[in-house]
T-cell receptor, first 110, second 114 residues
């Protein structure tokens, strides 16, 4: 079974502070991990994917298979980063579903 | 940039009524999905659709639910006899090919069952 856990429903930081959104997963195979973001009144959109190992909007995430984690990090948070962030897992097979975590609402205060 | 569209944005229906939620995926995409999010809960997978048939469905997707791609552009989710617990935000998503990884989401339809 696939499962994704985001332990923090709410996270509040000040502008310029580092931010880390936690994500843990369980899956017996080799998953693909994603972070999706939903800005206020906008649709879910892909932020980044573990395989690409790229930094988007200053965010990075490293897949730690030993700890089964895929935490999202940014060294200096900006006010425009305020949004709902969802960690998601795919089994990686063709057409497979996304399993989402509960989401973390990030608020970056001025 | 092409986007997934969904109509209506908000649907109110009475318990026991049938509803059809409509989605127009991105035109060259081959894989289609429905997800739902009950207020305060996580986004949950309902069904995936490829090559004019269901490729995977969750335990939520029971006989009350059906999907269809009637005309090569629309992708619909039908709930035959709505229950109060079907009240949720329903998201459609599409993906280009088996080699692509990103699912593109629509803005959602808020279904309220009274």
């Amino acid at each position: 079974a696939q499962r994704v856990t985001q332990p923090e429903k709410l996270l509040s930081v000040f502008k310029g502070a580092p931010v880390e959104l936690k994500c843990n997963y369980s899956y017996s195979g080799s998953p693909e991990l994603f972070w999706y973001v939903q800005y206020s009144r906008q649709r879910l959109q892909l932020l980044l994917r573990h395989i690409s190992r790229e930094s988007i909007k200053g965010f990075t995430a490293d897949l730690n298979k030993g700890e089964t984690s895929f935490h999202l990090k940014k060294p200096f948070a900006q006010e425009e980063d305020s949004a709902m962030y969802y960690c998601a897992l795919s089994a990686g097979t063709s057409g497979s579903r996304l399993t989402f975590g509960e989401g973390t609402q990030l608020t970056v205060n001025p | 940039e092409p986007e997934v569209t969904q109509t209506p944005s908000h649907q109110v229906t009475q318990m026991g009524q049938e509803v059809i939620l409509r989605c127009v995926p991105i035109s060259n995409h081959l894989y289609f999905y429905w997800y739902r999010q009950i207020l305060g809960q996580k986004v949950e997978f309902l069904v995936s659709f490829y090559n004019n048939e269901i490729s995977e469905k969750s335990e939520i997707f029971d006989d009350q639910f059906s999907v269809e791609r009637p005309d090569g552009s629309n992708f619909t989710l039908k709930i035959r006899s709505t229950k109060l617990e079907d009240s949720a935000m329903y998201f459609c998503a599409s993906r280009e090919t088996s080699n692509s990884y990103e699912q593109y989401f629509g803005p959602g339809t808020r279904l309220t069952v009274t």
